[in-house]
Structure formats: C-alpha cells, structure tokens
C-alpha cells in the first residue's frame, strides 16, 4: 500500500521545507520537494499549512503493565501516546513483577505485542542482586538498563557501592538513571512528618525532595560513569545546579547525555498552590529559575532529550488528604508535543529542536533501527499537525485510563491531526481508524 503525505511543511534533522513523503507499506520510500509519480492506488492527504515530523519516540513513560493495570495498561495509553504524536515508547521496569530478569522482559515484549497500537521497547531493572542479568541482556532488543538511585514508585533503590560500581562497569548498553539522594530526602520527611498534618501539602514537595538531593545524586552517577566509561543517560533534569555537570557539545560527541520533561518546562513551584497533588512527581517540580535555567538548556545542548516519565495514578491514589499518601506522578504522554509545541510559539525553543530533542535525539542516543527520522528506508513513523488549531484539555478527551491530566483546563495551540505508525494511518482527526498493533523496536549496538 502506498501513501503520499504532500506539501506539508517538513520538519526533521535541523531542516524546515514544504515538500513531500511517499510511504510504500511500512518504509518511508522518497522524501523531495518534487512530487513523486504515484498510481490511482495511492492514498493521497494534503498537508498544506500543516507540519509533518517524525513520530515522537518518549523513551521514558510507565504504562504499569503488568500488575498495575487498575491505573493504567497497554492498550489505554498506547492510545493516548498515539494520538499526541507519539509513535514509539520506552518503558519503565518498576511494575509487577519488576522486570529485572530478562525472561520478564521477554514476557513484556510479548505482552505488549498482543495490545499495543505504538512501538515498544522496555527497560531491564537493576537491582542490589542481578548483575548476571545485566551482564546478559540482549543489547538488540533491551532499550537501556534503569539504575534508580534514589527511591521512587516501585522502590528499586540500588544503594549497594559494589553493586554500583558493577552496574556501570558491565552494563552492555546504555544506563538511564533516576538521581536523587536518598538519605537527604528520608531525613526531610522525617522532619517534616513532626509538623502537624496540615502544614504539610503538595507546596512542600519541591522541600522534601530538594535541588540538593538532586545535585548530589547525579554528581555520583555522572563520576561513576566517568571513572568506568559507562554510557549514562540522567532522567528528568529539574534543576539548574544539575546543569554544570553536563557539556555542550554535539550528541555524536557524549558518553553521558541528559532527559527533561514536559512539567519541568511548563510548571513550577508556584503552580503547587492551584494543582496541588496533581503536578506531585519525582524529582519535584521546583523553582521559575530551574524552569527558565532547562528551558535554555534544550537551545545550548546541554539537555539532549525530551521524555515525558508519564506515570499515571487513580484520582484516589493522588488527590488524599495526605502528603505522605499522596502518589507521585502524573499522566502527561498525550499532551507532550502539544506542550512543547506551546514552548515554541512562546519562543521558548525553536521548531526545528522541538523535533530533535523528541524524535531524533532519542533514536540517536538509544541507538534505535531505522526510526526517529524521515528518510528513505526508515520506518514511516510519522505525524501531522495543525500547529493554527487549538485544542481545550478536558477529562472526557484524554485517553489515559485514570481519567485526569494536569493539564485539564489548559488550551494548547496545535492538535495531532494524523498519526502513523509503520505506514499505517493509526489516528486521523480525533479519531483511531486502524487498531493495527505497533512492533518492538531494535537496536544497533
């Protein structure tokens, strides 16, 4: 089967032009300003006004299955993920059980084979105890090894020095990192725990889990890797202080590269007072000037990457009366490029690296085959939008099956209007026209 995507405005790999992509069933066949010949069998869409991209690739989400999926599952937030533009993810091991063995892996694979419309990838778990299983990952089909180093959802603190050290001296591939220092942040809720309940809400957050446990945390992963030569990826950047570790120099050129997300970018601390436990996530969302300080950081490249860490919990898990029962993380993949898209019109970032840091950066820095950029023989892995139509979150037109965003009320100024996922139209204006399911994604190491 064969598509032609014509006259929309190209976007990818530091370039913008009007041109034209034809899809031969599942590969990218031509990419040109000419218009290519096609026969009476080709579907046509007319992309005049609009902006065509690669698909985004988040490599980083938790969609909770198995074992979680009363909040979330494969099928509910490949959806959302698909019609946000997202046509590839990467997902997290802290689910039940935790995916620390590889046959685990396997059976996530196969699973998400069965439900999933988007591409998939998942990460292996590391752990005080399983450095065999690190030692025999399958670099081609595991996306990257989660070193968490301070306590989140799923408790997989690794704090063992040994086991530290193995970790980034036989890792085969990539080590994304969770960095937050656990002993700072176990003795800030134990002093703020003496307080009496109400004075401990979401506004404390950013004061429990603090630039400091940040700091610190990262400055470790970053040494380790150095002294072993480990490739580091460091997750969700929320500080400006993080910021001095990291270089600016092109990504071809790192061994150790750096995540943001969207709610770093678009909240902070001041946003605590009117959504509360809804933007509640780990690291914390902290100050205007962190905000401000990561938003320049995508432009210099000190920030290589854009991952949402979509982490969706029931109303009942995250709107307590309690801090301390309070879940952190918060639904976000649907909204991710509209959410970055509204950073470029603010001239926060430029259109062009909107693109790199969510689609290319991430082929690039995981290693993934043949995705993340259009280009003849590539994947056709890609997305439509209408960067002059808004569109008004609600809860009833989020697709996430906990059923809420944070960005509920909020009018962003560009929509999704077509999404492909290996050439075949998934999504096209607000609608799912295929329930064709994605692939596992490869990788070249």
């Known amino acids: 089967m064969k598509t032609l995507i014509k006259n929309g405005t190209i976007v990818d790999d530091g370039k913008k032009f009007v041109g034209n992509i034809l899809i031969n069933n599942d590969l990218i066949k031509s990419?040109?300003?000419?218009?290519?010949?096609?026969?009476d069998n080709t579907v046509v869409i007319d992309a005049a006004g609009r902006l065509v991209m690669p698909g985004v690739i988040d490599e980083h989400v938790h969609f909770r299955e198995p074992g979680l999926t009363h909040k979330a599952d494969f099928e509910s937030e490949s959806r959302a993920a698909v019609a946000g533009g997202v046509t590839s993810f990467m997902d997290m091991?802290?689910?039940?059980?935790?995916?620390?063995?590889?046959?685990?892996?396997?059976?996530?694979?196969?699973?998400?084979?069965?439900?999933?419309?988007?591409?998939?990838a998942f990460y292996l778990g590391a752990t005080n105890n399983n450095i065999d299983e690190i030692r025999k990952a399958d670099t081609a089909k595991v996306c990257g090894i989660?070193?968490?180093m301070g306590s989140s959802t799923g408790n997989m603190l690794v704090n063992q020095t040994d086991m530290l050290d193995a970790v980034f001296a036989e890792s085969p591939c990539i080590i994304v990192a969770h960095c937050e220092d656990e002993q700072i942040i176990r003795t800030n809720i134990e002093r703020y725990k003496t307080l009496p309940a109400?004075?401990?809400?979401?506004?404390?957050?950013?004061?429990?889990?603090?630039?400091?446990?940040?700091?610190?945390s990262t400055e470790r992963a970053v040494a380790l890797a150095t002294k072993h030569g480990a490739r580091l990826h460091v997750a969700h950047l929320s500080t400006a202080t993080e910021l001095a570790l990291f270089?600016?120099?092109?990504?071809?050129d790192k061994l150790i590269t750096a995540e943001t997300c969207p709610h770093y970018l678009f909240f902070d601390e001041s946003d605590y007072m009117t959504l509360g436990y809804r933007i509640k996530c780990n690291p914390s969302i902290k100050s205007a000037a962190d905000r401000t300080a990561?938003?320049?950081?995508?432009?210099?490249g000190k920030i290589d990457a854009i991952g949402t860490d979509h982490a969706p919990h029931l109303p009942a898990e995250k709107f307590g009366d309690s801090y301390f029962t309070s879940a952190s993380g918060m639904?976000?993949?649907?909204?991710?490029?509209?959410?970055?898209?509204?950073?470029?019109?603010?001239?926060?970032?430029?259109?062009?690296?909107?693109?790199?840091?969510?689609?290319?950066?991430?082929?690039?820095i995981f290693k993934i085959d043949r995705r993340?950029?259009?280009?003849?023989?590539?994947?056709?892995?890609?997305?439509?939008?209408?960067?002059?139509?808004?569109?008004?979150?609600?809860?009833?037109?989020?697709?996430?099956?906990?059923?809420?965003?944070?960005?509920?009320?909020?009018?962003?100024?560009?929509?999704?209007t077509h999404t492909f996922v290996n050439g075949t139209l998934v999504y096209c204006n607000g609608e799912f026209v295929s329930d064709k399911k994605g692939e596992a994604l490869r990788f070249n190491r």
């Not at 603010?346 to 082929?363: D, Q, T």
């Open 372 to 416: 993340g950029y259009l280009r003849p023989g590539y994947k056709a892995d890609i997305v439509i939008v209408d960067a002059d139509k808004p569109q008004t979150v609600t809860a009833a037109n989020t697709l996430y099956k906990c059923g809420w965003s944070p960005f509920e009320g909020h009018t962003f100024g560009s929509t999704v």
């Open 247 to 252: 270089e600016a120099k092109p990504l071809a």
């Open 331 to 364: 639904p976000s993949i649907q909204h991710s490029l509209p959410a970055m898209l509204d950073l470029w019109k603010a001239g926060k970032i430029s259109l062009e690296n909107v693109v790199r840091k969510m689609c290319n950066a991430p082929a690039d």
């Open 93 to 120: 091991p802290n689910v039940n059980p935790q995916t620390t063995t590889n046959e685990l892996l396997e059976q996530r694979i196969e699973l998400a084979a069965q439900k999933s419309v988007a591409n998939f």
């Open 198 to 216: 109400n004075d401990v809400d979401a506004t404390c957050h950013p004061k429990i889990r603090t630039a400091e446990a940040c700091l610190k």
């Open 294 to 300: 990561l938003a320049e950081a995508l432009t210099t």
């Open 31 to 39: 990419v040109s300003t000419d218009l290519p010949q096609t026969d």
């Open 146 to 148: 989660k070193l968490f």
